[in-house]
C-alpha cells in the first residue's frame, strides 16, 4: 500500500515571466490537499485525511506590475478579508511538512 496526497493551491495571481522580480511573483493564498491510501491490489483508494488552510500572503490581493491586475478573488471567490488573521506560508510550513511526511506520491 501506498500513500499518496492530491493537492491544490489558489494564488494571488498569475506566473509573470521569470525575468520579473520573485517579490512580484504571485503567493499562495489557499492550500487543500487529500492524504489517500492507495491499494493497488485491492484496487482500493481510502482517504486517510484532509487538509485545508487560507494563507496570509503579505500583500494585497490587487497590486500594480505595470497595469493593474485582475482581483484573485475573481477566480478564486477568495476575499482579502478572508485572509486577515490567517498564518503566512513560512507559519504554516510546519504543519504542511507533517501532512505530507512519508507520502509516495504527489498529485496536483
Not at 36 to 43: E, G
Amino acid at each position: 500500500m501506498n500513500i499518496a496526497i492530491v493537492f491544490d493551491v489558489e494564488t494571488t495571481g498569475l506566473l509573470m515571466p521569470s525575468i520579473q522580480d520573485l517579490s512580484l511573483q504571485p503567493r499562495i493564498i489557499e492550500i487543500g490537499a487529500l492524504k489517500l491510501l492507495v491499494d493497488p491490489y485491492a484496487h482500493c483508494v481510502t482517504k486517510v485525511a484532509d487538509l485545508s488552510q487560507l494563507i496570509n500572503p503579505g500583500v494585497q490581493l490587487i497590486w500594480d506590475v505595470k497595469q493593474r491586475q485582475e482581483e484573485a478573488s475573481k477566480i478564486t471567490g477568495i476575499k482579502e478579508e478572508d485572509l486577515i488573521g490567517k498564518p503566512s506560508f513560512a507559519e504554516f510550513l510546519p504543519a504542511l511538512r507533517e501532512f505530507f511526511a512519508g507520502t509516495g506520491a504527489l498529485i496536483c
